[in-house]
């Protein structure tokens, strides 16, 4: 009873714990990758006050450096909703709009984790969604 199990399937265990190891590993970084992304366009759309051409253009600039995938990606009309606002042609993410009649308004974010299986040949893709803090619009009649 010395060798209670085998080379082969002590072996087998170990590549199975390796394989799940690094399956966690790669989403948990993919999972940070997508928030950082949403924290960097939210940060944009509330230092500009909403999606204009100087938000964008800084959201963009920000998703190149973070390495974010590039290409164009479906939006549905509505999310959780909210009417879609703003859908990017170079990186992958879609800007919903709600609150308009409020006086204020937010924007939900949604960002996508990319999980990429080698083996299968496959891409998974996860939407994750934030929104940004209430943006206060100010008509220039009322000051």
């Known amino acids: 009873m010395k060798t209670a199990i085998g080379h082969i399937p002590m072996y087998n265990i170990i590549i199975v714990f390796i394989v799940i190891t690094f399956g966690f590993l790669s989403a948990t970084l993919s999972y940070s990758k997508a928030f950082k992304v949403n924290s960097k366009i939210a940060n944009a759309l509330e230092k500009y006050e909403g999606a204009n051409s100087l ?21 549905k009309e509505k999310y959780r909703d909210r009417e879609i606002s703003y859908v990017s042609n170079d990186h992958k993410y879609c800007l919903y709009k709600s609150g308009l009649d409020k006086g204020y ?11 990429d299986i080698p083996i299968l040949g496959g891409t998974f893709k996860l939407p994750v969604y934030s929104e940004t803090d209430s943006i206060f619009k100010f008509s220039p009649d009322k000051f």
Do not use: H, M, P, Q
Not at 63 to 71: E, I
């Open 55 to 75: 938000a964008i253009n800084e959201i963009e600039e920000s998703l190149t450096t973070l390495g974010y995938r590039v290409g164009k990606i479906d939006c």
């Open 105 to 115: 308004f937010t924007y939900g974010i949604v960002t996508y984790i990319f999980l």
